[in-house]
């Protein structure tokens, strides 16, 4: 969800790219991003539909979160709050009832395995005050009447491009790879009030685990998980290869089953071929007569 559509705005001097640091080196935009929600459609209302499944009939797989009981999810806010909410769109705001909520109807619907609750906002770590589902886990980047922080501008475009937060983040998972067994306490025992300017906190009391149990690998990281289902307890260990004359052969009984077979299709297509023979046979005409005219121009 992105609410603001930052790589075209006109005071953006590199159209089509967003960087999170001055020296341009990496693009947040790059052909590999997809943005499912932007402008409008970043809502409260989306975004709560989104979690909960609860979207519209029609709306594409994109736009969905196709997750289930197995699923690690992990949810990243950032933009302007306070205490117990953040404003989307500078027009509404949820609040931290509204997002527990959200959350205890996604474990209810088995949606998510663990969950990872992440926010970057002033008095970021009043929004996970209210969360009481299980197998939570959320970290904020300043506690009650604390704001949080930009880490440094691009003079070119004359904004800051980044929080400290966020900044701080994006750093520790450059330094990682897929297969690194970095933590979840690792990365909060990283934390300093002076790299944040603030107070950042972690909550753990849901998890139902230790934070040095959970590798950061398990959210962040790329690599699919594959379940071997058993076979069959009538599966021959070594199957018969298949003859070749059983590839075209049939026997007189199971030529009957697909004849039968056949002549059942075409019964039950005829009522469909009945009712709609006048739309059917006027659409061939119209073909042929067009065809008729192509080939005497063609001709001539």
Known sequence: MLADDMACNPRNMFP????????????????????????????????IRLLTGRVAE??????????????????????????????FQDAEEISAFDLADAFQTMWAKKRYNELLFMIDTCQANTMTSKLYSPNIVATGSSAKGENSYSHHADSDIGVAVVDRYSHFVLSHLEAMNKTSSSTLQ???????????????????DLLGRSMSQVLMTDFFGGVSSVEL????????????????????????????????????????????????????????????????????????
């Open 229 to 300: 289902a058993p076979l069959p307890a009538d599966r021959p260990e070594t199957p018969e290869p298949i003859k070749p004359e059983a590839v075209w052969k049939l026997t007189a009984s199971r030529w009957k089953s697909v004849t039968q077979h056949v002549e059942e299709s075409l019964t039950r297509s005829k009522p469909l071929v009945e009712n709609y023979w006048r739309q059917l046979s006027t659409t061939l005409l119209l073909t042929l007569t067009f065809s008729a005219h192509l080939w005497a121009a063609n001709t001539n």
């Open 16 to 47: 089509g790219t967003v960087y999170s640091n001055s020296d341009r080196k990496l693009d947040l935009y790059g052909d590999g991003i997809e943005v499912d929600y932007r402008g409008e459609e970043v809502s409260v209302e989306n975004f």
């Open 186 to 204: 690792d990365f909060v025992n990283a934390y300093s009030f002076d790299i944040f300017h603030s107070t950042p906190a972690a909550r753990s």
């Open 58 to 87: 029609g709306t594409p797989r994109s736009k969905r979160l196709m997750t289930d009981e197995r699923s690690n999810i992990l949810v990243y806010m950032t933009g302007h709050g306070g205490d117990e909410f953040l404003k």
